[in-house]
C-alpha cells in the first residue's frame, strides 16, 4: 500500500517555525492557518518564508458577503460590473508605485461614486434591498483599498502579480509571475507553486549498504546488511560466547606466582603454606626446599634423596623392603670406609669395619645361635652345635687313634651299638628300622612343614605390623590402640576412631542409625562427600550452602537466601518472598554483546548513556525480572545474548527500549520468549 509522507506541521493558529526547527531547505505546514514555511540560507543569515498568498481577513470578509448576496437580474449585472472594475481597480492599486497610485485611488473613487449614483437611480423595492448589501460590499471594498494604500505607502504590498526585485528561494529566482521548482538538497524533496512531490527520492538499501564496511573481528555482508562477529576460538578473535565465559569463570584464579610445571622446573612457592589433603597427592615434584615440616604420614612415590649432614629419625619402627642397605655409600676404597658400621646409643654398642684387618668388629660379646661356614682362630670355649664339617685329620688328632671306614677297614670304634628304631612327631617323619630317614614336608594352608625360600619372600613383602586393629568390614569396631594428642593430621588415616572418641572430640553425641535423635550443636562445615549421606537434617536454626543444595520439600522457618539458582515445582513464603536487588547501576555498551549482565531479581538503573543497556542472563521459564530506570535517558533492555531471545513480538535478540523514569517487570515463559508485564512510565 500507500505510505503518506508527513512533513514537520503545527496545529496552533498563526503558529510559524523557528529558524531551530527546520533544517536548511525542509517544508513546514500550519494546519489552521494553511501555510506553508521554508528554511533558506542568503550570505549566512537563515530566515523562514512563507511559501504561498495568504487572504487578508478583509477581503475574504467581503468576498463572503459578495458570493451568499442575493440580486435582481438587473442589480446583479451592475454588481458585477462593479466587481469588475474594484477588482481591476484593485489589481491597478497593487501593482502601481506610490505616486501612481494616488491617481489611480482619486479616480478609483469616481467610478466608486458612478457607481454608487446609477445604483441610487435602480428602484424597485428589491432594488433598495440590493442597495444596502451593495453599499456594504463597496464600503468593504473601500476599507480594503485604504488599507492596501496604506500598506503600500509603508513599503508592504499585500498582494501583487510581481516583485520588483526579484527573490532568490533555494537558489533558484523568484519574481512571483510564474511557479518555481525548489529542490532541497539531499532529501530529493521538490516544491513546485503550492505542491509538494509526492515521490521523495531517498538511498536505496544498496546505496546505504555499500557505504559500510567492518574490520576483523567484525564482519559485514554488503549484500545484506547484517553486521556479525563469530564466537572466539583457539585460532581465531571474536565475541565471547556465554558458555566460554562460565569455563574462563570457573578456572583458577589469579595465583601470584608462577607455579612448578613441566616447561617451568624452577618454580616454586615462595612463603609457607599449609597443604590440604585432597591437594597433597597432586604433588608429584617440590624442587629444593630448603626445609618441609610435615605434621602427618608422608609418603614419597620416587626416590628419596638426603643431601644434608644428618639425617634424624624418630620414629620407634623403621620397616625397610629392601634387601641391602649401603652404608659409605661414597667411600671408593677400604680405607675411606673405615669406621662404617652401626652403634647403639646408650649401651656403646658398636658393630664397625676396621680396614687394617679388613674385618668386623664387635665390642660386646656375640650370642649366635648358629654359626654356618669356616670359624678361624683360637676360641676357649665352643658350645652348641657344629654344622660345619671337619678333616679326617682333625678328627684322628682329637681321638688319637684312626677310625673306621673304608679306606682304613682296620680301624676301629671302642664303643659300638646298634639302631633299633627312630620315630618322629609331626611335621617331622622317620621311616623306622635300623636306618631311617628323617624328613620334614614343605607347610602349606593345610598343613604344618618348613618354609620355603619362595614363601619366605612373599611374606617378607606383606605389610609390617600396624600396631592396632584396623577398621574393616569384619571389624568394624577396630580403632586406635594408642591416644595422643596431634596438633594437625593431614594425609589419609587408615585407622578408626571410636564413637566415643568421635563424641569426646565433637562434644556432642552425633547422629547416627541407633541415635536418630542426635544433632549437631554448633556450626559445621560438611565436605562434598558427606553431603551425600545426609538424609534429612530435622530441624536448624541456620543453614548456609556454598554449592547446591537438592532437596526434596524444604521448610525455612526463618529466611532463605539463595546466591546461585533456586529450582523448585513450588516456592511458598508465609510472610514474604524477598528478591535479590541490585540499585545504582551503570548501563554499559551499545550492542546486546557489551550491555551490563543484569544478575538480581529487581534492578535499579541510575545511570544511562545514549544508546546504552542491560542484558538479561540466560532465563528458565518463569523467570522474572523488573527493570526500573530512574535516569534521564531511554535505556535499551536486551534478552540474554545466549540463543535468539526475543521480548514480547520483538526481533530475536533486539532490544527492547525503557523510556526515563519508567518501570517494567519482564517475565520468561520460555528459555527464548519473554514477555513485559505491569509498565510505569513517568
Known sequence: MTNPILIKR??????????????????????????????????????????????????????????????????????????????????????????????????????????????????????????????????????????????????????????????????????????????????????????????????????????????APVAYNSTTGVISIAPATTTANGHLTAADWNTFNGKQAALGFTPYNATNPSAYVTAAVTLTTAAQPNITSTGTLTSLTTLGDVTVGGNLTVSGTTTTINSTTISVNDLNLVLANNAATAVAANGAGLTVNGAAATLTYTNADDRWN??????????????????????????????SAQVTTGLGFTPYNSTNPSGYTTNLGTVTGVTATGPIA????????????????????????????????????????PYNATNPSGYITSAGTATNISGTYAGSITSAQVTTGLGFTPYNATNPSAYVTAAVTLTTAAQAAITSVGSLTALTVIGQLNAGNAAVGGTLTVTGTSSASTIYGTNYVVAGVSTGLTAAGTTQATALLLAKEINVVATVAAGSGVVFPLPVAGTRIVVINTSATSLNVYPSPTGSGIINSLAANAAFVVPAGGKLEFVSVSATQWYTLNATFA
Open 430 to 469: 622317620s621311616t623306622g628300622g635300623t636306618a631311617p630317614v628323617i624328613s620334614i614336608p614343605a607347610a602349606t594352608t593345610s598343613g604344618a612343614g618348613y618354609l620355603t625360600a619362595a614363601d619366605w619372600n612373599t611374606f617378607n613383602g606383606k605389610q609390617a605390623a600396624l600396631g592396632f586393629t
Open 10 to 215: 503545527s496545529a496552533v493558529a498563526a503558529k510559524a517555525p523557528a529558524t531551530t526547527d527546520l533544517s536548511l531547505g525542509e517544508l513546514a505546514i500550519n494546519t489552521v492557518d494553511g501555510k506553508l514555511y521554508l528554511k533558506k540560507n542568503v550570505t549566512g543569515t537563515e530566515t523562514i518564508v512563507e511559501v504561498g498568498y495568504a487572504v487578508s481577513t478583509a477581503q475574504s470578509a467581503a468576498d463572503t458577503a459578495i458570493g451568499t448576496a442575493a440580486a435582481s437580474d438587473a442589480t446583479a449585472k451592475v454588481l458585477v460590473e462593479t466587481n469588475a472594475r474594484i477588482a481591476a481597480d484593485t489589481a491597478a492599486i497593487a501593482t502601481a508605485a506610490i505616486a501612481a497610485d494616488a491617481k489611480v485611488l482619486v479616480e478609483t473613487n469616481a467610478r466608486v461614486t458612478a457607481v454608487s449614483g446609477a445604483i441610487a437611480t435602480a428602484a424597485t423595492a428589491a432594488d433598495a434591498k440590493v442597495l444596502v448589501e451593495t453599499n456594504a460590499r463597496i464600503a468593504a471594498d473601500s476599507a480594503e483599498v485604504t488599507a492596501r494604500n496604506a500598506a503600500i505607502t509603508a513599503g508592504v504590498v499585500t498582494s501583487a502579480s510581481k516583485l520588483t526585485t526579484a527573490r532568490s528561494i533555494q537558489g533558484v529566482s523568484f519574481d512571483g509571475t510564474a511557479d518555481i521548482t525548489v529542490t532541497t538538497a539531499g532529501t530529493g524533496i521538490t516544491v513546485t507553486g503550492t505542491t509538494i512531490a509526492t515521490t521523495i527520492t531517498q538511498y536505496t538499501d544498496t546505496g546505504a549498504r555499500a557505504a559500510l564496511s567492518a574490520t
Open 362 to 391: 664387635f665390642n660386646k660379646n656375640l650370642n649366635v645361635t648358629t654359626v654356618y661356614g669356616n670359624v678361624s682362630g683360637t676360641a676357649a670355649t665352643i658350645t652348641g652345635t657344629y654344622a660345619g664339617s671337619i678333616t
